[in-house]
């Protein structure tokens, strides 16, 4: 595993040092992280279109973070692959993720959105990442609680166009040598294991449609978050180090109540303040052989986010388990004795062969 990363997409802003990629990776670097996800939609941080069609603008771009002592992790699209699907009843709600030009025409946005997230693969490619964190957007989120009664066939052709529009992609990720890591989260069509099942089956299994873990959206539906590592864990591609807390009350529950984030029952807090219990999770992850980065993200509706910042390093640093080289228990070490085995188990000698 590697780490710690932090993903900037919270941080930028038009304000030193988070104005500019530069100053930003100096600000990171700064308080320990040795990795950078890049939101590849913020025209502060990187010239997408430049970052595909320039291999020296990428080394000139990772130089950058060099300087400061940091790789580029990944290239997120989350919110362009938002925009690949869109059900109708969000399209205004979205348009502010795409550019004005694009505003109440869906059929162009999605358009811009898959040439952006294709852009974002052959960047990766040129950057030197191996994932690319995503979301798979959403057809029929608004059915996800079954009242009304959902017509019969629609999950299975709801996932049958999310499959059309992403195969391209997922093909295209594939000539790069990307993985596209979905981030499993509720607003998407994929957001838990069920819903990733039905995804992983319309794609007919394709190697490159992977998954962005981040346990807190498990907290907030009450799912196994851990159980999920051991179902899932090899197409978890990309970590998010991001805490939660789900406490129900007589006023909220699962579904929030129309209430702000303080209000609700579910809530994003910062790393080491929820109830995620990360110390299983890095053991399980390690366990199963996670190869990628584990990255902050952070999201909390109480503390400062430069606070949980200079928290987040030192958190995941404790966290990372540099996995064993032999087992604890095999001081005496030694080759294969197969007369000592029989000894031990009580099987062959004279007696055993005259029987």
């Given at each position: 595993?590697?780490?710690?990363?932090?993903?900037?997409?919270?941080?930028?802003?038009?304000?030193?040092?988070?104005?500019?990629?530069?100053?930003?990776?100096?600000?990171?670097?700064?308080?320990?992280?040795?990795?950078?996800?890049?939101?590849?939609?913020?025209?502060?941080?990187?010239?997408?279109?430049?970052?595909?069609?320039?291999?020296?603008?990428?080394?000139?771009?990772?130089?950058?973070?060099?300087?400061?002592?940091?790789?580029?992790?990944?290239l997120?699209?989350?919110?362009?692959?938002q925009?690949?699907?869109?059900?109708?009843?969000?399209?205004?709600q979205?348009?502010?993720?795409?550019?004005?030009?694009?505003?109440?025409?869906?059929?162009?946005?999605?358009?811009?959105?898959?040439?952006?997230?294709?852009?974002?693969?052959?960047?990766?490619?040129?950057?030197?990442?191996?994932?690319?964190?995503?979301?798979?957007?959403?057809?029929?989120?608004?059915?996800?609680?079954?009242?009304?009664?959902?017509?019969?066939?629609?999950?299975?052709?709801?996932?049958?166009?999310?499959?059309?529009?992403?195969?391209?992609?997922?093909?295209?990720?594939?000539?790069?040598?990307?993985?596209?890591?979905?981030?499993?989260?509720?607003?998407?069509?994929?957001?838990?294991?069920?819903?990733?099942?039905?995804?992983?089956?319309?794609?007919?299994?394709?190697?490159r449609?992977?998954?962005?873990?981040?346990?807190?959206?498990?907290?907030?539906?009450?799912?196994?978050?851990?159980?999920?590592i051991?179902?899932?864990?090899?197409?978890?591609k990309?970590?998010?180090?991001?805490?939660?807390?789900?406490?129900?009350?007589?006023?909220?529950?699962?579904?929030?109540?129309?209430?702000?984030?303080?209000?609700?029952?579910?809530?994003?807090?910062?790393?080491?303040?929820?109830?995620?219990?990360?110390?299983?999770?890095?053991?399980?992850?390690?366990k199963?052989?996670?190869?990628?980065?584990?990255?902050?993200?952070?999201?909390?509706?109480?503390?400062?986010?430069?606070?949980?910042?200079?928290?987040?390093?030192?958190?995941?640093?404790?966290?990372?388990?540099?996995?064993?080289?032999?087992?604890?228990?095999?001081?005496?070490?030694?080759?294969?004795?197969?007369?000592?085995?029989?000894?031990?188990?009580?099987?062959?000698?004279?007696?055993?062969?005259?029987?």
């Amino acid at each position: 595993m590697k780490g710690p990363g932090i993903f900037l997409a919270q941080f930028m802003g038009d304000q030193a040092p988070f104005n500019s990629f530069d100053s930003l990776c100096k600000w990171a670097g700064g308080l320990g992280y040795k990795g950078v996800q890049i939101p590849s939609w913020d025209g502060r941080c990187i010239d997408l279109k430049k970052a595909a069609e320039s291999k020296a603008y990428c080394d000139e771009f990772t130089g950058t973070a060099k300087k400061h002592g940091l790789v580029v992790s990944e290239l997120s699209t989350h919110l362009q692959g938002q925009l690949v699907a869109v059900h109708p009843a969000f399209d205004e709600q979205f348009d502010g993720f795409a550019p004005k030009e694009v505003h109440g025409k869906p059929a162009a946005r999605q358009a811009w959105a898959v040439e952006q997230v294709k852009l974002a693969l052959k960047a990766s490619q040129n950057l030197g990442c191996n994932a690319m964190p995503s979301f798979t957007g959403a057809l029929m989120w608004h059915t996800m609680y079954p009242w009304p009664q959902r017509p019969a066939g629609l999950v299975q052709e709801g996932f049958s166009e999310l499959a059309r529009r992403w195969l391209p992609i997922l093909d295209e990720a594939d000539r790069c040598g990307v993985d596209v890591a979905w981030e499993v989260h509720p607003g998407e069509d994929v957001h838990d294991g069920a819903t990733w099942e039905l995804m992983l089956e319309h794609v007919k299994n394709h190697k490159r449609a992977n998954i962005l873990f981040d346990p807190s959206h498990f907290v907030l539906q009450q799912l196994d978050y851990c159980e999920y590592i051991e179902l899932y864990h090899e197409r978890i591609k990309c970590f998010h180090v991001k805490d939660a807390e789900f406490r129900p009350n007589g006023r909220t529950g699962v579904y929030g109540g129309y209430q702000g984030w303080k209000d609700r029952a579910g809530r994003f807090r910062s790393t080491g303040d929820g109830q995620v219990d990360f110390s299983r999770i890095f053991t399980l992850l390690t366990k199963h052989g996670y190869q990628g980065w584990a990255t902050i993200e952070w999201e909390c509706c109480f503390k400062d986010p430069e606070q949980g910042a200079r928290e987040g390093a030192p958190f995941i640093q404790k966290h990372m388990i540099t996995p064993a080289k032999k087992a604890f228990d095999d001081f005496a070490g030694g080759t294969v004795d197969k007369a000592q085995l029989h000894r031990v188990l009580g099987i062959g000698g004279e007696k055993a062969a005259k029987k």
